[in-house]
């Protein structure tokens, strides 16, 4: 069984830097795109960042291009997302996706696997 566990999120003051991790665990970790979504409250979920199986390819959505920074260690079996200059309207649940699929996709439903999430709260 496949499990994704993020952790690192919590309440962070505006300006400052936060990393989320996600581990993955009961699956080839390497043969996964993985992926950021986040969920404010009441709203869809929407894709942030992705990066394909080997790294070598990487997309991240405006306004967070820039600020934010997707990364992985095939060797942890983990996948990164390094946020800077953060904002109050970064405050969301924020979650990690893994896709076995051909091609790094920005649509939730290409995911096949999903973590539980973490929350990140951007204020004083």
């Known amino acids: 069984q496949v499990r994704l566990a993020e952790t690192g999120g919590g309440l962070v003051q505006p300006g400052n830097s936060m990393t989320l991790s996600c581990e993955v665990s009961g699956g080839d970790f390497s043969s996964y795109h993985m992926a950021w979504f986040r969920q404010f409250p009441g709203k869809e979920r929407e894709f942030v960042s992705v990066?394909?199986?080997?790294?070598?390819?990487?997309y991240t959505i405006y306004p967070v291009t820039g600020r934010f920074t997707i990364s992985r260690d095939n060797t942890k079996n983990t996948v990164y997302l390094q946020m800077a200059s953060l904002k109050p309207e970064d405050t969301a649940m924020y979650i990690c996706?893994?896709?076995?699929?051909?091609?790094?996709?920005?649509?939730?439903?290409?995911?096949?696997?999903w973590g539980q999430g973490t929350q990140v709260t951007v204020g004083s």
């Open positions: 990066i394909a199986r080997d790294g070598g390819f990487k």
């Open positions: 996706a893994a896709d076995s699929g051909s091609t790094p996709a920005t649509i939730d439903s290409n995911y096949d696997y």
